[in-house]
T-cell receptor
C-alpha cells in the first residue's frame, strides 16, 4: 500500500509551460515535505508545509497543503530546463520518525 | 549549515568483502537515517537512530549493520552483500523524530556489488 500517491509519475514538457504535481493520501500528516533530486545526488529539501490550507512560494514554485492535511500540490510556472529532476513528496503519517516518500514525479523540461 | 556529508561517493565491492559507509552532520540533529534508493524509485527507509540509539529497523537483512558512534556520526557496515543490494545509499538527519521535523540528506553513496 502506497501511503503517498504522487501523480503524474512522468512529465515531459516544453520550456515555458506550467505544470502541477499532486501528492495525495488517505492519512493526515502533521506536515509534508517536497524534495527535488538530480540523478546520482541526494534529495534536496524545497519546502515544508505545516498548516492546512497553507500556500508557500519559492520563486516560480508554489506549494499548497490541503485543508485536511491529507494532500499537497506543487505548481511550477514557466518551467525551465533547470527544473528537470525527480520531485518527491514525503511525510511521517504516524509521527514516529518514519519519513516515507511518494513514488516521485520525473520532470523533463525541454529547451 | 544544512550539510550532511557521506563517504565514499562511489563504492564497488565483491560479495565477500566487508566495507563501511560513513555519514556525518554537525547541525546538532539527534535523529539520523539510512535510506536505500534503486534507480527510478523513491528512497526506502532502512534504519533510524534517535539520540544514538537504534529506534527503527525496517526489517533490513543482517548483512547491513548500522552503528552510531556519537551524535554526529552514522555508519553502515556491509558484509556478504548480493548484487541486488547495488543502489544509492542515502543518509539523512533531522532535529528529532517528530512527525513535522525536516530531514536533510547527504549526496549518497553509489554502491555496486559485483
Amino acid at each position: 500500500t502506497q501511503l503517498l500517491e504522487q501523480s503524474p509519475q512522468f512529465l515531459s514538457i516544453q520550456e515555458g509551460e506550467n505544470l502541477t504535481v499532486y501528492c495525495n493520501s488517505s492519512s493526515v500528516f502533521s506536515s509534508l515535505q517536497w524534495y527535488r533530486q538530480e540523478p546520482g545526488e541526494g534529495p534536496v529539501l524545497l519546502v515544508t508545509v505545516v498548516t492546512g490550507g497553507e500556500v508557500k512560494k519559492l520563486k516560480r514554485l508554489t506549494f499548497q497543503f490541503g485543508d485536511a492535511r491529507k494532500d499537497s500540490s506543487l505548481h511550477i510556472t514557466a518551467a525551465q530546463p533547470g527544473d528537470t529532476g525527480l520531485y518527491l513528496c514525503a511525510g511521517d503519517p504516524s509521527n514516529t520518525g518514519k519519513l516515507i516518500f511518494g513514488q516521485g514525479t520525473t520532470l523533463q523540461v525541454k529547451p | 549549515d544544512t550539510e550532511v556529508t557521506q563517504t565514499p561517493k562511489h563504492l564497488v565491492m565483491g560479495m565477500t568483502n566487508k566495507k563501511s559507509l560513513k555519514c556525518e552532520q554537525h547541525m546538532g540533529h539527534r535523529a539520523m537515517y539510512w535510506y536505500k534508493q534503486k534507480a527510478k524509485k523513491p528512497p526506502e527507509l532502512m534504519f533510524v537512530y534517535s539520540y544514538e540509539k537504534l529506534s527503527i529497523n525496517e526489517s533490513v537483512p543482517s548483512r547491513f549493520s548500522p552503528e552510531c558512534p556519537n551524535s554526529s556520526l552514522l555508519n553502515l557496515h556491509l558484509h556478504a552483500l548480493q548484487p541486488e543490494d547495488s543502489a544509492l545509499y542515502l543518509c539523512a538527519s533531522s532535529q528529532d523524530m517528530r512527525g513535522d521535523t525536516e530531514a536533510f540528506f547527504g549526496q549518497g553513496t553509489r554502491l555496486t556489488v559485483v
